[in-house]
C-alpha cells in the first residue's frame, strides 16, 4: 500500500494548532517562580541571604545544560546510524523535543508546581521537562523511520501526557526513590515505544531491508551521540538531586557504572563474533546500559563497586540483547525495534529498578546514619511508620505501575497513529530521507535514481 506522505497541510496545521494551543496555556496557567520573580529581593531580605548565588539558578542550571545537550544533540545524534535517515533522526528528534518540553512544563506543572491557580516555572522544571522528553525520545527510536512527523507530535503529545501520570503516582503518592529515572523514563519509554511499534507492525518492511544498515560517516555520526551521553550522563542521573551528598553520590555511581560497563560491552561484542571483531552497534548503545540501570539507585548507598556490578551485568545483558533478542522479537512477536531501545533503555530499566528496591530494602542507620536514613527516605515524614523493607516494596510497586501504564497506552496510542491519514510512508519507503525532506541536488540523483526500484515516489 502506498500512502500520501504530502504534509504540505497536516504538518504546518497540526504544528500551528499545537503552538497556539500552548500559549493561550502558557499565558493563563504560567508564571515565573520566586526565584525567578522581581520579589526574589524582598525573599533574600527576609531569609538573611546576601548572595545572588544562593538563587537556585546558580545551582541547578549546569545540570540542565547537561540534560539539555544530551536530549537535543545526545539522542539525535545518535540515531543517524541509518544511511538514509540522518535528516529526519536529527530533526525529528529536534521537532518532538521542542514540542514536548513545551506540554511537559504544563503537565508536569499542574502535577506538582501548581499554586494559588498557576504553574510556577523555574530551573528544575526545565530539568523535569527535558527528563519527561527523554522518554519520548527513547520511544521515537522504536519507530525511527516508519512514521511520519505527524504521527511523533501525536505521539508526543499521548506520552509526554502519560508519562505524567505515570512520574505523579511514583514519585508523589508510592513516594519512589528515581533519581535517574530507570523506571520513569527509560522503562517507560522503552516498553510503550515497543508496544506502539507492535501495534504499528510493518508486514512488508523486508522492502526496506538494505536501507536500515548503516555505512561508515553514518556510524560516526552515532558515535558522536552515544560520546555525549555517555559523558553527561552523570549529570542526567543526579541533575534534580536533593542538595549536597545525594547529588555528589549519584554522580560517581553513575560514572563507575559507566565505566564498567565500556570494558564488558566490548569483550562480549568481539567474544560473541565468530572472528572476534567489534560491532558498532553494540559500542554505540551497549555502552550507554549502565548509565540507564544505576538511575533508581543512583543517590543510594549503592558503593563504587556495586556501581561497578551494576554496569559489568548491564554490558553483558545489553550487547547479548542486540545479538539474540532482538531479532527473537522481530521474527516472533512482530516488534520491529528499529534502535534497539529494549536492549538499551528497556532490560537496563528493569535492572535499575531491580537494583533499586533490593537496595533500599537493604537500607540501614548503620550505612545511611539515623539522621541520614530518615531524610533520605522521608521516614521522618508521613512515612514514619515505614522502614527500608516498606520502601523496597513501593519500590518493586513502581516497576510494575510503570509497566502496566506503558503497555496500555501504547497499544491505545498505536491504534490511533495506525489511521491511515497522517501521511506514513509506505513499508517501501521507510528509513529514506526523501519522502519527507528537500534533498542537496548531488544526492537527489542517487536517491531517486530509476535503478533503485525500492523507492516509489509520494503521490501528490
Excluded at 553494540?282 to 548507598?301: D, K, P, R, S, Y
Aim: aromatic share 14%; proline share 3%.
Amino acid at each position: 500500500m502506498i500512502w500520501n506522505t504530502n504534509l504540505r497541510w497536516r504538518l504546518p496545521v497540526t504544528c500551528l494548532l499545537l503552538q497556539v494551543a500552548l500559549v493561550v496555556l502558557f499565558g493563563v496557567f504560567v508564571r515565573y517562580d520566586l526565584d525567578a520573580d522581581p520579589h526574589w529581593i524582598g525573599s533574600q531580605r527576609n531569609e538573611n541571604t546576601t548572595s545572588d548565588m544562593e538563587n537556585e539558578f546558580y545551582y541547578r542550571y549546569p545540570s540542565f545544560q547537561d540534560v539539555h545537550v544530551m536530549i537535543f544533540v545526545g539522542f539525535g545524534f545518535l540515531m543517524t546510524f541509518l544511511q538514509r535517515y540522518g535528516y529526519s533522526s536529527v530533526g525529528f528528534n529536534f521537532l518532538l523535543a521542542a514540542f514536548g518540553i513545551q506540554w511537559a512544563l504544563l503537565m508536569q506543572g499542574w502535577f506538582h508546581s501548581y499554586k494559588e491557580g498557576y504553574i510556577h516555572l523555574g530551573v528544575e522544571n526545565l530539568i523535569n521537562a527535558d527528563f519527561c522528553v527523554g522518554s519520548v525520545c527513547v520511544a521515537f527510536g522504536a519507530v525511527l523511520g516508519k512514521v511520519s512527523p505527524v504521527q511523533l507530535l501525536i505521539m508526543t503529545l499521548f506520552q509526554v501526557t502519560l508519562f505524567s501520570v505515570n512520574e505523579f503516582i511514583l514519585l508523589s503518592l508510592l513516594e519512589v526513590k528515581d533519581a535517574g529515572g530507570s523506571m520513569t523514563i527509560h522503562t517507560f519509554g522503552a516498553y510503550f515505544g515497543l508496544t506502539v511499534t507492535w501495534i504499528l507492525y510493518r508486514p512488508s518492511l523486508h522492502q526496506s531491508k538494505e536501507r536500515q544498515s548503516s555505512v561508515y560517516h553514518s556510524d560516526l555520526f552515532a558515535m558522536i551521540g552515544t560520546l555525549f551521553l555517555w559523558m553527561y550522563w552523570p549529570s542526567f542521573n543526579s541533575a534534580v538531586s536533593k542538595h549536597g551528598d545525594a547529588q555528589h553520590r549519584a554522580a560517581i555511581n553513575t560514572y563507575c557504572s559507566l565505566a564498567a560497563c565500556v570494558l564488558t560491552s566490548v569483550a562480549l561484542s568481539s567474544a560473541l563474533h565468530k572472528k572476534g571483531k567489534l560491532d558498532m552497534v553494540h559500542i554505540q548503545n551497549a555502552t550507554l546500559a549502565g548509565g540507564v540501570a544505576v538511575g533508581t539507585a543512583a543517590e543510594m548507598m549503592l558503593m563504587p563497586y556495586g556501581s561497578l556490578i551494576v554496569g559489568f551485568i548491564c554490558g553483558i545483558v545489553s550487547t547479548m540483547g542486540f545479538v539474540y533478542l532482538t531479532p527473537f522479537l522481530e521474527s516472533r512477536l512482530r516488534i520491529q525495534d528499529t534502535c534497539g531501545i529494549h536492549n538499551l533503555h528497556g532490560l537496563p530499566g528493569i535492572i535499575g529498578a531491580i537494583v533499586g528496591a533490593v537496595t533500599a530494602s537493604c537500607a540501614n542507620a548503620k550505612v545511611y546514619g539515623i539522621k541520614g536514613l530518615a531524610n533520605f527516605f522521608g521516614f521522618d515524614g508521613f512515612k514514619t511508620s515505614w522502614d527500608s523493607s516498606m520502601q523496597g516494596k513501593f519500590q518493586a510497586a513502581g516497576l510494575f505501575v510503570s509497566l502496566a501504564i506503558a503497555l496500555v497506552g501504547g497499544i491505545i496510542v498505536g491504534v490511533i497513529l495506525k489511521l491511515p491519514f497522517w501521511g506514513q510512508p509506505a513499508d517501501e519507503n521507510c528509513f529514506e530521507d526523501s519522502v519527507y525532506w528537500e534533498m542537496p541536488e548531488e544526492l537527489k540523483s542517487t536517491v531517486l535514481h530509476p535503478e533503485d526500484s525500492t523507492l516509489k515516489p509520494a503521490e501528490p
